[in-house]
């Protein structure tokens, strides 16, 4: 095997965002840009040689191309062998799953999530370490370091592999292995979940289902399992072909996106429940008759009732979410004595305390919820976890989560996001924020005054290690929040996330609409960052 040494210059913007590097397409196919940043991650890790790695993306424009550059950057560069999804493809909790099962030393994972795919959209690429899970900080840091002085990178001189046919080939001593990308997963599910039961109660009609893949990854993953292992009828998943563009629409699972889903789960015919899942198949939506269940509740009706999914039978050791996702998970957590850990958005902070075995579920507002069967979130796991819970309880979602309301209290939710926003103005608006929290702690804005006013910091309780300036929190004295931060996963200029919350034990306003239960506090937020007066814009781009 010929490798060459490649000269190259280093581009100055590839700083990994929330999880991975994420830019449009034309930006990754400018000269070595690909190669620099792989080459970076290949050489900020250590003892790799002759070990495993995994591959594979979610299919979108430019993930065949890139998997073809990979493969022959793996093969200069020394690693063993490549474990690869067939056609490129694998959605990122299989990705996961693999790294564990296979011990591999890691894996590169090609997604922009739920962002556009195609010509003139977005793609991105990230790194996993051999416990399936997102490169930490300490990883991520490095990357971008090393991407800034790379003067070269290593590449085999190979042909490129075809990604389509199952099985191994060996070019000296590297290994490249094409699998099927559905079936280890589908055996984890079957693993963790009552498939017997499913099989009965879809089988007899008690449980009609909706799922939409969103033209992404998940449909040959739901089409599996729902359709030919649990017995749904075929039209139960919508949107299955995985395409380049998504079908021209964004995969990201909200009432916003998933309007072929939305429309008939808020109709008449809906079925028992609805989901949908987004370009990478982590992220899920949950639905049901009429009823959206928040991923904030879905967290904490999870957690409320996992002794009834075989897996989590003995009880969870703890629990965790980010810190914008609502506290209702905490109000179980509290009630059950097990610990609940606030981390900062992002599925990586989750690695280090499911490892320790701190915490069993964990979850996030920007639909992820997922548990250490893999290091990763899990939207398939989430919809089976919901069947699994409609199964054994036999109670519709509406029903399934009022209970959980009259039980806990209802923490009445919404996110206001403000896309594309100019970054400077984007800037101005956290400083403005940031310069009020001295002097908001005990002031009374109506019915609400402020208990604390800080920049959310994070000290891992595993490895000690710090994490400053993850988002700005505000937090009322009945229990209210408004934080303010900047996504780190968005593609041009910068989106403002605006999350509120407030608690409502009584059962007699439960039904109430967020956006009316919330005015005051969006009203408040906006007093205090202006981003409307500094934006001129009238509301927000996406409201969830
Ligand atoms: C990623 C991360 C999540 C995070 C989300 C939103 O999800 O894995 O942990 O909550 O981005 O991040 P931000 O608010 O910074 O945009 P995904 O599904 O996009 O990979």
Known sequence: MQIVSIPTHPYTDQNPGTSGLRKKVTVFQQPDYLENFVQAIFDSLEDYSGKTLVL???GRYFNRPAIQTIIKMAAANGFGELIIGQGGLLSTPAASNLIRKNKAFGGLILSASHNPGGRDEDFGIKYNVSNGGPAPE??????????????????????????????????????????????????????????????????????????????????????????????????S????????????????PNLAHAQELAARMFSPTAPTLGAASDGDGDRNMITGSNIFVTPSDSLAIMAANARLIPAYAYGLSGVARSMPTSQAVDRVAASYNIPCYETPTGWKFFGNLLDAGKITLCGEESFGTGSNHVREKDGLWAVLFWLNLIARKRQSVADIVHEHWR?????????????????????????????????LPSQAFGEFIVKYADEFSYEDPVDGSVSKNQGIRIGFENGSRIIFRLSGTGTVGATLRIYLEKFEVDASSHDQDAQVSLSELIKLAEQLCEVKKRTGRTEPTVIT
């Open 56 to 58: 594979g993306g979610d």
């Open 138 to 235: 300490s990883h991520t840091d490095a990357f971008y370091k090393r991407s800034l002085t790379i003067s070269s990178y290593k590449i085999a001189e190979i042909e490129d592999t075809d990604i389509d046919r199952i099985g191994s080939r060996h070019i000296e001593n590297f290994k490249i292995t094409v699998i099927d990308p559905v079936a280890d997963y589908a055996e984890l599910m079957q693993s963790i979940f009552d498939f017997g039961l499913l099989k009965q109660s879809i089988g007899s009609g008690f449980i009609t289902l909706l799922f939409d893949a969103m033209h992404a990854i998940t449909g040959p993953y739901a089409k599996r399992i729902l359709v030919d292992m649990l017995g749904a009828t075929p039209d």
């Open 237 to 252: 998943v919508i949107n299955a072909e995985p395409l380049e563009d998504f079908g021209g629409h964004h995969p990201d």
């Open 407 to 439: 039980k806990f209290g209802r923490d009445i939710y919404s996110r206001h996001d403000y896309e594309a926003i100019e970054s400077s103005v984007a800037n101005s608006i956290v400083e403005r924020l940031r310069s009020q929290l001295p002097e």
